[in-house]
Nanobody, 122 residues
Framework: RLAESGGGSVQTGGSLRLSCESS??????MGWFRQAPGKAREGVAV???????NYANSVNGRFTLSQDSAKNTLYLQMNDLRPEDTAMYVC????????????????????RGPGTQVTVSS
């Protein structure tokens, strides 16, 4: 079970930090994808069980993943937000995925949260 928090509304250039609390399972891959109305689902960022991260080109350099193992929580720090980042952000994870990649996890996950809305105004 995954539960997101931290979404909200900001202006262009602002920052938000999303949190994803898990139930304590050990995942081979965990991360975020986003879905905006009328747009294709987009993988955003992932982290594998060795702590290696992988980001979509659209967010690379602006978004950063981190985790607090003691709290079973994954964080997505989002800086320099743009209107095109507006979407529902969903935390997803899988216990068996071998290739931990944002574009793979977005459609091959065993667990997901309900999502948290991020809105960036110009």
């Amino acid at each position: 079970r995954l539960a997101e928090s931290g979404g909200g509304s900001v202006q262009t250039g602002g920052s938000l930090r999303l949190s994803c609390e898990s139930s304590g399972h050990t995942f081979s891959c965990m991360g975020w994808f986003r879905q905006a109305p009328g747009k294709a689902r987009e993988g955003v960022a992932v982290i594998d069980m060795d702590g290696r991260t992988n980001y979509a080109n659209s967010v690379n350099g602006r978004f950063t993943l981190s985790q607090d193992s003691a709290k079973n929580t994954l964080y997505l720090q989002m800086n320099d937000l743009r209107p095109e980042d507006t979407a529902m952000y969903v935390c997803a994870a899988d216990m068996h995925l071998r290739q931990c990649n944002p574009e793979i996890l977005k459609s091959q996950y065993g667990f997901r949260g309900p999502g948290t809305q991020v809105t960036v105004s110009s």
